[in-house]
């Protein structure tokens, strides 16, 4: 894969060693970026959340909750979702992404943001009964007519010995939640 992503389950057991591993991945250069998705965390947890990050690593960040705190924090992104009414804080100038579920949210939104994630594209480790719902033959498709390309993010299911299938399919980039928390996780730092 030309581009990962990676995205931070909502509950965490242990915050320190979350933000280690987070840091690990983009210091590595295995991940470009780090969606923060936090959807239970209020203003004041986000904030102590955050805090514990170098400024280099918080520009690498991508805020999917708490997104007024991107400005304060010089945190690189916000990610468009419900929880934030679909809207970045004003006069936020970094990067700007969003979830679509279809070829056609793909078509709208690609023009408005930095990159898309575009899912189901396999079953979901993380989310139980999470199941694909993508066409590959109409993903392969889109790909030939250039509505995927390193700026729309294969997400749901998606783990390093997919790469191959996702290749096949037209991806070059790919966003991981699961295989970097689970049990499987250590064969990603291999």
């Given at each position: ?13 242990n ?6 591993r ?22 004041e ?22 997104c ?36 056609a ?6 023009s ?13 480790i993380?989310?139980q ?62």
């Amino acid at each position: 894969m030309r581009r990962l992503i990676g995205i931070t389950l909502p509950e965490y057991d242990n915050a320190a060693a979350e933000r280690l591993r987070i840091t690990s991945l983009i210091e590595s250069g295995k991940i470009e970026y780090f969606h923060i998705r936090k959807p239970n965390f209020d203003l004041e947890t986000m904030c102590r959340y955050l805090g514990g990050f170098s400024r280099t690593i918080r520009e690498r960040l991508c805020l999917n909750d708490c997104c007024e705190l991107a400005e304060e924090f010089s945190i690189g992104g916000v990610h468009l979702n419900s929880r934030n009414n679909y809207s970045a804080p004003e006069g936020f100038c970094g990067r700007i992404s969003c979830s679509c579920h279809s070829i056609a949210e793909v078509q709208k939104y690609k023009s408005l943001c930095d990159y898309v994630f575009l899912s189901p594209v396999f079953d979901s480790i993380s989310k139980q009964g999470y199941k694909a719902a993508l066409n590959q033959e109409e993903l392969k498709k889109a790909a030939n007519e250039g509505i995927i390309d390193e700026n729309v993010f294969a997400l749901s299911g998606v783990e390093p010995s997919k790469f191959g299938k996702l290749k096949e399919m037209g991806f070059c980039s790919a966003a991981m939640t699961g295989c970097l928390w689970g049990e499987s996780k250590e064969q990603y730092y291999k």
